[in-house]
């Protein structure tokens, strides 16, 4: 889930985007997690349990 102001543009949606991919420590802990990405922060929700 990406949270973004109503004015952002393409650019910024790329470049937010590309800045939570580049985190491959972050990427490796997502599955089965949601993550909240804003602009310079992201925040990881533990995983579901059964």
Same mark, same amino acid.
């Given at each position: 889930?990406?949270?973004? &102001? !109503?004015? $952002?543009? $393409?650019?910024?949606?790329? =470049?937010?985007?590309? =800045?939570?991919? $580049?985190? /491959?420590?972050? *990427?490796? $802990?997502? &599955?089965? /997690?949601?993550? *909240? *990405? !804003?602009?310079?922060?992201? /925040?990881?929700? &533990?995983?579901?349990?059964?």
């Amino acid at each position: 889930m990406f949270w973004l &102001p !109503e004015t $952002a543009t $393409a650019l910024m949606i790329c =470049q937010i985007a590309e =800045q939570f991919f $580049a985190q /491959r420590t972050v *990427v490796e $802990a997502l &599955p089965g /997690r949601l993550a *909240v *990405v !804003e602009f310079k922060r992201v /925040r990881l929700r &533990p995983p579901l349990e059964d």
